[in-house]
C-alpha cells in the first residue's frame, strides 16, 4: 500500500491553462504539505495543513490554491499555468510524536506529480 | 531553523562504509538532525534523526558531535542502490516544515 500517493504522475499543459494535483496518505497523519522542487533541484516547502488548517504558505502566489476536504487528503489547485511553474510537486504527511527522549516528526513524501507547462 | 552545510559531492566504493557529513553550528537546543535521501527524482525517503545522542536503524547510523555543531550519516556498506543526494536537515518538532539545503550528492562505485 502506497503511504502518500499523488495524481496524476506527469501533467504536460498550456500556459494559462488552470490545473489540479491531488494527494491522499493513509498514514492516519494529521499534517500535510506542498512542496516544489524545481529545475535546480532546490525543494522549497509551499504549503502546510495541520488538521485541515492551512499553518503555513511560503510566499506562494495566489494562482496556487490549496484544498484539504479532509485530514487525508492535500489538493493543489493552479490557476493560470505560467511557465514558471514547471517542476516536480511533491506532496508529505507527518504527525508528531512527542517522546521523553526524542520527539519525532518525520515527514513521509509522495512520488511527486512532475509539471511541464508549455 | 538552523543552516545546514554539507559537501556538494562525494563518491563511495561499493561495499565501503559511506561516511556523509553535515555542519549544523548554529542549531539550538530543541532542533533535530534529519536526514532525508532522494534517488533519481523520487520523493525524499526518510532515513534517520537525532537529538543528541547517536542513533542506529536498518539502514544508517548517525553521529552527532557532543557540541551538536556537526553529525555524520554513515552507511555501513554502500550499494550501487544508495547512489542519491543525501540531505541534512536541522528542524525543531511543529515547524511545519522542512528547509532543505543543496544536499550531497554520493555516489557509490562498483
Known amino acids: 500500500d502506497t503511504a502518500v500517493s499523488q495524481t496524476p504522475k506527469y501533467l504536460v499543459t498550456q500556459m494559462g491553462n488552470d490545473k489540479s494535483i491531488k494527494c491522499e496518505q493513509n498514514?492516519?497523519?494529521?499534517?500535510m504539505y506542498w512542496y516544489k522542487q524545481d529545475s535546480k533541484k532546490f525543494l522549497k516547502i509551499m504549503f502546510s495543513?495541520?488538521?485541515?488548517?492551512?499553518?503555513i504558505n511560503e510566499t506562494v502566489p495566489n494562482r496556487f490554491s490549496p484544498k484539504s476536504p479532509d485530514k487525508a487528503h492535500l489538493n493543489l489547485h493552479i490557476n493560470s499555468l505560467e511557465l514558471g511553474d514547471s517542476a516536480v510537486y511533491f506532496c508529505?504527511?507527518?504527525?508528531?510524536?512527542?517522546?521523553?527522549?526524542?520527539?519525532?516528526?518525520?515527514?513521509?513524501f509522495g512520488p511527486g506529480t512532475r509539471l511541464t507547462v508549455l | 531553523d538552523a543552516k545546514t552545510t554539507q559537501p556538494t559531492s562525494m563518491d563511495c566504493a561499493e561495499g565501503r562504509a559511506a561516511n556523509l557529513p553535515c555542519n549544523h553550528s548554529?542549531?539550538?537546543?530543541?532542533?533535530?538532525v534529519y536526514w532525508y535521501r532522494q534517488i533519481h527524482s523520487q520523493g525524499p525517503q526518510y532515513i534517520i534523526h537525532?537529538?543528541?545522542n547517536n542513533e542506529t536503524n536498518e539502514m544508517a547510523s548517525l553521529i552527532i558531535t557532543e557540541d551538536r555543531k556537526s553529525s555524520t550519516l554513515i552507511l555501513p556498506h554502500a550499494t550501487l542502490r544508495d547512489t542519491a543526494v543525501y540531505y541534512c536537515i536541522a528542524t525543531t518538532s511543529g515547524t511545519y516544515k522542512y528547509i532543505f539545503g543543496t544536499g550531497t550528492r554520493l555516489k557509490v562505485l562498483a
Open positions: 498514514l492516519g497523519h494529521d499534517t
Open positions: 495543513y495541520n488538521n485541515k488548517e492551512l499553518i
Open positions: 548554529t542549531i539550538s537546543g530543541n532542533e533535530y
Open positions: 508529505a504527511s507527518s504527525h508528531i510524536t512527542w517522546g521523553p527522549n526524542q520527539d519525532t516528526d518525520t515527514q513521509y
Open positions: 537525532g537529538l543528541k
